[in-house]
């Protein structure tokens, strides 16, 4: 399990160097972006858009995972299909190939010829990622990967990716957009259970070096499995005075629930995955959302942190029914081995329910307790 670790956490940076790549030339990244249509569109958004970012990053780490671990093939899922039209109306199959030479013999396709973007990529597709972390090194665990699949969102937020804006000044610590949002979230959950076992979540836009204004990444990871719970990072403690952080399309019912625990303290911000890390950084004491618009692999990576942490992620909808019944003891935690039934394509994988994500029981009750009498 601490090779798996270490493995997908190395995987996460090879994909944060991808998107840093692709987001430098603003010429190279307008070759990259396709709208999502039919069932892989998510109905939230107008317009829902993939880049081949996202599908490389996807197939980067289901290649490289794969490779070191054949066990977990055929347990890889992701958002992104790998299918990609260029500009030219050829929709191509992206993946990783045997060598440097023809991944860029095949990007070079994909890229309407452009032959140094194509080499470029192919480059960066096959670098050896070598990790200096004394922490992650000093991990022991064993956990059969056999028993385990993975999640991947590339990408989460692509929209704020696609318009790349790096100076949105925080609220409360709280960007509300920007590039800051957009995260490589790599999630392994128990097939047999679909508990969140292992989560990895990847910055690459933390910081600009305001010298060469590359962007430098960091990133976070948590193992929480049969009673073992390890993490990067500490557990924030509960403030005096929390806040909550909600999508800015989140229902006006909720938010006039919401206002009288929080006052001013309603943050708003743009991506699942963000949002979620704000509250395992202690940003926000907890991210409500009421719509069906996240999914497995958005919400599995920050689910296991979490965990880790002590916190969790539990379904709105079924955790609600269960406090008006009166169940005050463990309440229905997001999984992530069951698709929704009836349901087709990205459907399939939908948090119906909506959700809470949590670091204090405390406060999800209060939470819950809130909503529970509100009229919804």
């Known amino acids: 399990m601490a090779a798996l670790l270490k493995s997908l956490v190395g995987a ?11 987001r430098q030339e603003e010429a190279l990244f307008q070759l990259l972006i396709e709208e999502k249509t039919g069932t892989d569109k998510n109905k939230k958004f107008v317009q829902d858009f993939k880049t081949l970012a996202d599908v490389l990053i996807q197939e980067v780490i289901k290649h490289d995972v794969g490779k070191e671990f054949p066990e977990l093939h055929g347990h890889i899922g992701g958002e992104e299909s790998n299918r990609f039209e260029n500009s030219l109306g050829e929709t191509l199959v992206v993946q990783v190939c045997a060598t440097q030479q ?11 010829r452009n032959q140094p973007a194509a080499e470029l990529l192919a480059a960066a597709i096959h670098q050896d990622v070598v990790l200096q972390d004394a922490v992650l090194d000093a991990v022991a665990l064993a956990i059969p990967p056999e028993r385990l699949a993975i999640w991947i969102d590339p990408i989460d937020s692509t929209n704020q990716y696609i318009r790349g804006q790096a100076s949105v000044v925080p609220i ?39 010298l060469t204004h590359r962007w ?27 806040s909550v952080v909600l999508s800015s399309s989140e229902t006006p019912a909720i938010q006039r629930a919401l206002r009288p625990l929080y006052g001013e303290r309603l943050r708003f911000a743009s991506g699942a995955g963000y949002k ?13 959302l009421s719509e069906g618009s996240t999914f497995k692999w958005d919400s599995c990576a920050p ?20 406090w008006r019944a009166g169940q005050r003891g463990a309440l229905p935690e997001l999984t992530y ?40």
Request: overall charge negative; glycine content about 12%; proline content about 6%.
């Open 102 to 112: 023809d991944t860029a013999s095949l990007l070079f396709t994909i890229l309407d």
């Open 303 to 322: 689910h296991a942190i979490l965990r880790a942490l002590g916190g969790g992620m539990v379904d709105l909808e079924a955790a609600l029914q269960a």
């Open 216 to 242: 430098q990444g960091v990133y976070h990871w948590g193992v929480s499995y049969q009673g073992t719970s390890l993490s990067s990072l500490g557990r924030p403690p509960l403030r005096p005075e929390p």
């Open 12 to 22: 996460s940076e090879k994909s944060a160097r991808i998107a840093q790549l692709c």
């Open 276 to 288: 979620m890390l704000c509250v395992i950084l202690g940003l926000a004491e907890a991210y409500v």
């Open 337 to 376: 081995n069951q698709p929704v039934g009836g349901a087709v394509g990205a459907e399939c994988w939908a948090n119906r329910g909506g959700l809470v994500a949590f670091m204090h029981r405390d406060h999800l009750e209060v939470v819950l307790a809130t909503l529970a009498t509100a009229a919804l």
């Open 172 to 210: 409360g610590g709280i960007c509300p957009s920007g590039l800051c949002s957009a995260l490589v979230l790599i999630g392994a959950y128990d097939r047999s259970s679909g508990d969140p076992v292992l989560g990895v979540i990847n910055e690459p836009f933390f910081r600009e070096d305001p």
